[in-house]
């Protein structure tokens, strides 16, 4: 079983990250982007019958610091 | 006066932090592997160094924060032992939720290198007994992520609290209200990301941190 997790800054949290993306992008001449967020994907591989509680609690404990950023799970197949 | 000094893979400020306690009081620190489980019976300070524990993976301080060792310094923290983390030090106390916020990437983006003017906000705390409430001190920065940031209620409450030890004079990294150090609840843990065991000796340039290291012992010999 595998698991996508998604971490993204909250939002008010600066991300400079996103500004040096979002102004690399206007220097290749695309005008239309209104701002960029960057983010995390993380792939997990896990033993079949991990719970869902288990997931979450690895957000919580390492994989997110829920001070600042949001997780998201992602399970695939 | 015991006094001890975390070790991560990664860390690069260990030895002088080492060298900061044992200028002051005269003892060596134990080295303590993040691998150890155990911290010296009765511990009396802690130091938690800089560098770019388990190359800043995931977020900086995070990979250390849950490394088998910090177990070992909540609880002596608990107990009242003194800690100080600088750097990536404070990064590890806050994702270890010894001390609350985040350390976020500089407002600029940039890797950030040079002395700043601080001041001192409590001169009331164990670690900065040995400054004047308001004083202007210089110490070097050297950080890619100092930019502090909690919410506006934990803010609010850091500063009403008089938990913010250390300000920024000028805008430096993005830091909210320039919060450049804060201590915990009860004043026995303090997270900086200014390096004050980088000015000791005439031979830095500078001393202001000296007193630093000063103070911390003087109260811990006081108090034993």
Redo the contacts between chains.
């Keep these: 079983m595998k698991a996508r997790i998604f971490v993204t800054l909250k939002g008010g ?5 996103g ?2 993306i979002h102004h690399a992008l206007e220097g290749l001449g695309f005008s239309g982007v209104n701002d960029v967020r960057a983010g995390k994907l993380i792939e997990l591989d896990l033993a079949d019958g991990t719970s869902d509680e288990d997931i979450d609690a690895m957000c919580r ?3 997110a ?1 829920t ?2 950023e949001n997780y998201r799970i992602e399970k695939v197949a | 006066m015991k006094s001890a000094v975390i070790v991560f893979p990664g860390s690069n400020c260990d030895r002088d932090l080492a060298t900061a306690f044992e200028a002051m009081s005269g003892s060596k620190p134990a080295m303590i592997w993040h691998r150890d489980t155990e911290l010296p019976d009765d511990i009396d300070l802690i130091g938690v160094p800089g560098g770019f524990s388990y190359g800043d993976y995931l977020r900086s301080g995070a990979m250390a924060a849950r490394s088998p060792v910090m177990q070992a310094v909540a609880k002596a923290a608990e107990r009242g032992a003194y800690v100080l983390g600088i750097c990536n030090g404070f990064q590890v106390l806050t994702e270890s939720g010894l001390l609350p916020g985040a350390l976020l990437r500089n407002a600029g983006g940039h890797f950030i290198c040079r002395d700043v003017p601080l001041t001192v906000e409590n001169a009331q705390s164990a670690f900065t007994s040995r400054y004047g409430a308001g004083e202007s001190v210089i110490f070097p920065v050297a950080h890619h992520d100092g930019n502090y940031f909690a919410d506006p209620e934990t803010l609010d409450r850091l500063e009403g609290e008089g938990r913010v030890a250390l300000r920024y004079a000028e805008s430096v990294n993005g830091s909210a209200r320039n919060i450049a150090g804060i201590l915990n609840e009860a004043g026995n843990v303090l997270g900086m990301m200014p390096h004050p065991e980088r000015v000791i000796e005439a031979a830095h340039g500078k001393t202001d941190g000296r007193r630093l290291f000063e103070g911390l012992v003087e109260g811990l010999l006081a108090r034993a």
């Design positions: 949290v600066l991300d400079p990250q500004k040096a404990k390492l994989l610091n001070v600042i």
